[in-house]
Each structure stands twice: as structure tokens, then as C-alpha cells.
């Protein structure tokens, strides 16, 4: 729907994740259709309580505009660390490329991680907007000063394994992203509706995937389970830190960053895994998981945060294996870069001489 | 990146080379996509190329991975003049107080039809 001003009617998903993709979109263009109100702030004017008023009216912050420094700077922050999420998310994945078990998941495991390549590619451009440079973000990862999703510090094991990444980590990162869609800074709010269109063919052949080896032979079934093991504490922690020791939240939802608390999410994740675990037979590994009637959600168990900010400092089973990757990635793909300005330098010295 | 500069700046001196910074020679470019005929292209976002020809080849492969075009643009986004948000109301002033320029300005009396 990128350059469309309304959603075909045959692209409707009868509601959903994706429906609230198409609900943000349209919530996007209605704001834009009342933002004439608001011109520019007068010259006299008090730049924070304009600054506040835009946000109050749910319209959007675009980069040209004056924001605070400390919005700029929270904006930078999330929106590379999750370019970086994108870009080290294709290595767990890229591991299975070679060894998927037919050329059609071969075909569509490569699309994705593609794919993946475009979400980093359409976040670092959202962030170059805010004032910094390609080559500071890139820097910046690669030298450790920023970070990326701690989830993919955690080993592909088995084929199942890239089942489970496309229905546990692709799932909570598009309970995390759908209200991301929403965020008050229009160019990230753009990207995002582009990111989670795409991340739910991720979700969906994740659970594909899982559904075939679970209704497989017996071993396939256990090996489908054994991922599921694995992976569902270290996806719950995805959502971050609890609610009480999260330190950007507050500010993050004052200015309409962020919309849902960190809990609220993880619980959002956690009511909608357990069905689709019943449709695939696999169980999830937590036996206080129960449905309590009173609160109208699932109890369940905590993951274990220790590990969370072990893993956040660079303590995973393979932070160092997923930035030594990157680094050498980088330095190996310098000749391609180089090349490709030679060439560009040299065009534009013939030209040059052509014009001269 | 400092690797890069090294790089680069092993380089200089040498007869007949030209300094290579990759920053230098990878300008941002602006995508325009035009999604169906019909339609006029729309802005999607950015991206880094070293040249024209190359800034097109990836602004297929970046935003047009689901047939979401039939033609692109990339502008280097240097070649963009803007308006400057900051004098947004002297800018557009001239158009505030022309309201006869719509069509609902107009009174149109009763029993005139096809206007």
C-alpha cells in the first residue's frame, strides 16, 4: 500500500495484527487530514508547548520540525537499535539457508532474510532523518556503543528453530511493532507500517513450518518441541525489562513513542500464543500457565531477567560470534563499496571533461 | 568510519588515484514510486548509492520487493530545495485569506443545476 492513499478492498485481513496495521494507516491519513490547523509555531512562541500541543492532537512530529533534544535523542536510540536488530536478526536465520530441507523453503527462507535486510535499510533511514549519518549508525554497532535485540544472541539449533523464530521472535516483535505504527515521529511511523505488512508472512511461515513437523513423524514433532523449549522464556523477554524497572517507558509514553507498557505487551503475546500452540500440539514449556478468569488473561511464569541483562552485556551464548560476523562482513564487503565510488567517481570525471 | 579513512588515506599520493571515500561518494537518494497507472509517484523513503544507476537498482530491491510499483524515481536528495517549516505561515500566507478560491465560497441559487 507504500504509494496508494487507500487500502484495496481484496488486501482486508478480517482484522487481526494485520488489521490493526491497516487501522494505524488509516488513523495516519485522517491526522494529516485535520493537521491544517496547525501551521508553523509563531516566531514568539514557546516551542515546548507547541511541541506539546502537536503530540496532544495525535498529529505527527516530521523531521524538519523543532523537537526537543531528548525526544531526538530517544528517537535515534530506539530506531537504530532496532535497524541493528534487523540487520544481526539475518544471521540465526542466513545459518539455515544452505540446509533448508527443500528448494521451496530454501526460496522463502531467502526472502526473508531479505527482507530483513530491507527493515534495517527502511529504519536507518527513518534515523538518518533525525540528524545523524549511515556511517555513525554503522559505526556505532560495530564498535558495541549501540546495541541490537538481545533474542539474537541465542543459537540456531535445528530447522525448527527457524520455525519457531518466524512464529515466537517475529510474533513478539510485531506485538511490539503494531503500536509502533502509531509512534509520534512520522517517518518512523511510516517505516513501520511498511516493517509489520511484511513481518507477518515471517510469523505465518514460521507457524507453517511448525505445523508441518508437528503433525510429522514423532521425531520431527520433538524436535519442533524442543525449539519451542528453548525459545519461549528468551521470547517473552524480548518485551524487556518488567514495568517497574523500565527506564525509558514513562518519558517514551509521554510522547507518544511508545504506547503500551512493557507487561501489557508481554501479556498481549502470551494470550495469543497459547491458542495457536493448542492448534499446532505443542505445549508450552511453563506449567503455572492458566487461564484466571478475573483478570480475563493467562497467569504465567516470568523469564528469568538476570539472564535478560547477562545477555544485554554481552554474556549470550553468541553475542560474540554475531558482532565478530558483522565486523567481518563489513571489512570483507569494503572492496565493493570502494569499487562501486571508483566507478562513480570516474563517471563523474568524464563527465566532467565532456561538459569541459 | 576510520577504517575507511585509513584506507583512503593510504592511498593519496599515488599517481593517478583519486582519493575513495565511501561517504562522500555514497549520497543519499530519494525514492518515488508510482504504484498502479493512474497514479502519480509517491515519496517511500531513501536510500544510499554511489550512483544513479546503482540508487535505482536498489530502490527495486528496497521498496518494490511486493510489486508495490511500476515505475521509480531516485532524486539525489542535495538536488531538493524545501521550504522551511520555521516560515511555514509567512510562506503559505498568500493563500489564507483567498477563500474565493474554492468553490464553496459561492453561493448558488436555488434551481441552478450542473454547477
Known sequence: ?356 | MSERTERGEGREGMPGQHRVSTEQHTPLWEVFVRARRGLSHTHVGSLHAPDAELALRNARDVYTRRQEGVSIWVVPAAAITASSPDEKDAFFDPAADKVYRHPTFYEVPEGAGHL
Open chain 1, 1 to 356: 500500500m507504500y504509494g496508494n492513499d487507500f487500502p484495496a478492498p481484496d488486501d482486508a485481513s478480517g482484522g487481526g495484527l494485520l488489521g490493526e496495521v491497516e487501522a494505524a494507516e488509516a488513523a495516519l491519513r485522517e491526522a494529516a487530514a485535520r493537521a491544517r490547523r496547525f501551521g508553523a509555531p509563531t516566531p514568539d512562541a514557546d516551542l515546548d508547548a507547541y511541541f506539546a500541543d502537536v503530540i496532544e492532537a495525535d498529529q505527527k512530529i516530521e523531521p524538519r520540525d523543532w523537537m526537543p533534544e531528548a525526544y531526538r535523542r530517544t528517537l535515534i536510540r530506539q530506531i537504530a537499535q532496532h535497524a541493528h536488530s534487523e540487520i544481526i536478526g539475518m544471521q540465526p536465520e542466513g545459518n539455515w539457508i544452505s540446509r533448508a530441507p527443500s528448494l521451496k523453503r530454501k526460496a522463502i527462507l531467502l526472502a526473508k532474510v531479505q527482507d530483513e535486510a530491507g527493515h534495517g535499510l527502511y529504519l536507518y533511514a527513518a534515523a538518518e532523518t533525525l540528524g545523524i549519518s549511515r556511517d555513525e549508525l554503522v559505526d556505532l554497532l560495530l564498535s558495541g556503543r549501540q546495541k541490537y535485540s538481545s533474542i539474537f544472541n541465542y543459537p540456531t539449533l535445528t530447522w525448527a528453530d527457524v520455525g519457531v523464530i518466524g512464529w515466537l521472535v517475529d510474533g513478539a516483535a510485531i506485538v511490539n511493532q503494531v503500536p509502533l505504527c502509531r509512534c509520534s515521529y512520522g517517518p518512523y511511523a511510516r517505516a513501520m507500517i511498511r516493517v509489520c505488512k511484511e513481518e507477518s508472512f515471517h510469523q505465518r511461515q514460521g507457524y507453517e513450518i511448525l505445523h508441518v513437523l508437528a503433525h510429522g513423524t514423532a521425531e520431527q514433532k520433538a524436535m519442533a518441541q524442543d525449539a519451542v523449549d528453548r525459545w519461549w522464556y528468551p521470547s517473552l523477554a524480548m518485551f524487556g525489562p518488567p514495568d517497574g524497572d523500565s527506564t525509558h517507558s514513562a518519558q517514551s509514553m509521554a510522547w507518544k513513542i511508545k504506547r503500551f507498557s512493557n507487561d501489557e505487551l508481554r501479556q498481549r503475546f502470551v494470550d495469543m500464543c497459547v491458542q495457536q500452540a493448542e492448534v499446532l500440539g505443542l505445549t508450552l514449556p511453563d506449567e503455572d500457565l492458566r487461564w484466571n478468569d478475573e483478570r480475563g488473561a493467562y497467569d504465567y511464569t516470568q523469564p528469568d531477567y538476570d539472564e535478560l541483562m547477562q545477555v544485554i552485556k554481552g554474556n549470550g551464548p553468541c553475542n560474540r560470534q554475531r558482532m565478530e560476523h558483522r565486523r567481518r562482513a563489513h571489512t570483507d564487503g569494503a572492496w565493493v563499496r570502494e569499487a562501486a565510488a571508483a566507478y562513480a567517481a570516474k563517471r563523474e570525471q568524464q563527465k566532467e571533461k565532456v561538459a569541459a
